[in-house]
């Protein structure tokens, strides 16, 4: 297997005496952001299937997490070896599946297995947690922090029994936030807002797919459709502001017939 040992020399390189004075500075907190905005330019390219381009992100990626782990280093708080070490013996132990001889027959006994091992490793570290959701970090993105949060909370038993139950859900979170508009009160309208989305996280749960992939792939799809749409009107010398609500509607439909994905 490759080694991953040029990009440390390049990362020692820049941070070094002679080296580049922004990397020289670069702390793990701001290193975060940066791998933070390389992890989503990755999600971006593997929901649009670049293989060139994921190909490229992935390096990015590799990159940034390097480069937060040699300042570890650096400062003789962590060592390679125990980051290596660590995630191995802690993949193995939560395959007993394929490393031991525990037997799992569905996808449900797997994710159940993976939560149990999960828990009981949460069990022996430090220090006890006073909620189940205390483990669920407070700085993700919202969606990701909605499906952790909505996860967290089935592990302990509460949950919908269907996914029928969740869409009711929706439902009901429609009509409050219909009602919030109507009363023209902007701070119930955006907390009813924010309760369909959550639901709506719940029901991707269900159906099995996570939320954030639904909707960089929609996003995707619609950014395609509206370009090519551009693309066409640009063409034809028509401004997209100068057309009726009707022919807006036309030439969107047949970018849509154009661009299917």
């Not at 650096?74 to 395959?95: L, W």
């Not at 960089?216 to 950014?223: C, D, L, P, Q």
Request: charged share 30%; proline share 3%.
């Amino acid at each position: 297997m490759e080694t991953i040992s040029p990009l440390l020399e390049i990362i020692r390189r820049l941070r070094g005496k002679d080296g580049c004075a922004w990397d020289q500075k670069q702390t793990p907190l701001t290193m975060w952001r940066c791998l933070a905005e390389e992890a989503y330019e990755l999600q971006a390219a593997i929901v649009n299937d670049d293989t060139d381009n994921i190909c490229e992100e992935l390096g990015d990626v590799l990159f940034q997490v390097l480069f937060v782990l040699e300042i570890f280093i650096e400062n003789d708080r962590i060592e390679f070896s125990s980051v290596v070490d660590g995630i191995a013996e802690k993949m193995i132990r939560r395959h007993p599946h394929v490393y031991g001889t525990a037997v799992v027959t569905t996808e449900e006994e797997l994710h159940q297995q993976w939560a149990q091992i999960k828990s009981c490793e949460k069990k022996k570290a430090a220090s006890p947690k006073k909620s189940a959701l205390d483990a669920v970090p407070k700085g993700m993105p919202g969606l990701l922090r909605a499906l952790k949060v909505s996860k967290a909370a089935v592990r302990e038993g509460f949950d919908w029994e269907n996914i029928h139950q969740v869409l009711d859900k929706v439902k009901e979170e429609i009509h409050e936030f219909e009602a919030a508009l109507e009363n023209e009160s902007q701070d119930a309208a955006m907390m009813e807002f924010g309760d369909i989305l959550f639901s709506l996280v719940n029901v991707a749960r269900f159906a099995g797919f996570h939320p954030e992939t639904a909707l960089s792939g929609a996003t995707a799809k619609f950014e395609g459709r509206f370009r090519l749409m551009e693309t066409v009107l640009a063409r034809e010398g028509i401004d997209l502001k100068t057309l009726s609500p009707e022919e807006k509607e036309l030439h969107w439909q047949r970018a849509k017939q154009v661009y299917d994905r």
